[in-house]
């Protein structure tokens, strides 16, 4: 790209717009992304984004795997204070992990892998104008 090019990537999500800064191993973190892919054309994989993202926010917060499970569990359990239904009221979650509580450390491992080098590059929201 040209110098005065600026190398960014704008995330518009459902409540926030992000950007997200250049990525010096990107064919890493693809190559990453991809692996997880495929294992997931081969097995199901505990991958809930909303409860993901929580437990990574918290996380990156507050440094407390445990309150970081909690508020991974309010997202996938509901609560109170949540708008909308509960992520485990999906109906394929609800049929895949229908026996099982899916929140388990291959849960940790995924919303890690997923979000943290994502989390990672995001520096500023947005700005309008």
Do not use: M
């Not at 505990?46 to 991974?72: C, G, H, I, T, W």
């Not at 109170?80 to 849960?107: H, I, K, T, V």
């Amino acid at each position: 790209a040209p110098e005065e090019v600026q190398h960014r990537s704008y995330w518009v999500a459902e409540n926030r717009d992000i950007v997200l800064e250049p990525v010096s191993d990107s064919y890493e973190q693809l190559q990453a992304l991809l692996d997880l892919y495929w294992r997931g054309t081969q097995y199901l994989l505990p991958f809930f984004p909303k409860s993901a993202l929580a437990y990574v926010e918290n996380l990156n917060r507050n440094s407390d795997p445990e309150k970081a499970l909690r508020a991974a569990r309010d997202q996938w359990e509901g609560s109170e204070y949540q708008r909308g239904y509960p992520e485990r009221d999906d109906a394929y979650y609800r049929l895949a992990f229908r026996d099982a509580d899916p929140l388990d450390e291959q849960f940790v491992e995924l919303a890690l892998a997923v979000f943290e080098p994502l989390l990672g590059h995001a520096r500023q929201p947005v700005e309008d104008g």
